[in-house]
């Protein structure tokens, strides 16, 4: 871990509680990024609107933090794009197979309890492990 910074994956890790809390509070829904963006296809008349703005609002959080002052860390990809592009659609397949992401079962299942986002945030972590493993390690990429 060369970029450890610990008040700010604090600050970013209570907003993103926050958030997802609020979300589910003010909307009745659950923050899972997944989900958000696979009720897009085919679209649902009336959910359109709010699932356009949700990763709209992620993605132009990044030039807003960038405007108030905030720097970021240099991003350094070692995989190739045919490395990333297969990973994509693993990641991708995994989350449907789950029926959720990280964010959907890691923030938001396990803040409220459910003993089936604990299992699949567990299956995750432990694909992750391996998969740095067996990449870094065994077949040396």
């Known amino acids: 871990m060369d970029n450890l910074t610990p008040v700010s994956a604090l600050f970013g890790g209570l907003l993103i509680g926050t958030s997802a809390a609020l979300f589910l509070v003010l909307n009745g829904r659950i923050a899972g990024i997944s989900g958000i963006l696979g009720g897009l296809i085919p679209p649902e008349r009336g ?4 699932r356009l703005a949700f990763p709209a609002g992620m ?3 990044t030039p807003i933090y960038l405007m108030a002052g905030g720097t970021l860390p240099p991003v350094k990809i070692g995989a190739s794009l045919p490395v990333l592009i297969v990973a994509g659609l693993i990641v991708g397949f995994g989350t449907r197979l789950g029926a959720g992401c990280t964010s959907g079962h890691g923030v938001c299942g396990i803040g409220r309890g459910s003993p089936r986002s604990i299992v699949a945030t567990l299956v ?9 493993f067996l990449a870094r390690h065994v ?3």
């Open 139 to 141: 077949i040396g990429m």
């Open 124 to 132: 995750f972590m432990a694909t992750a492990v391996t998969t740095v």
């Open 59 to 61: 993605l132009v959080s």
């Open 47 to 50: 959910q359109v609107g709010w």
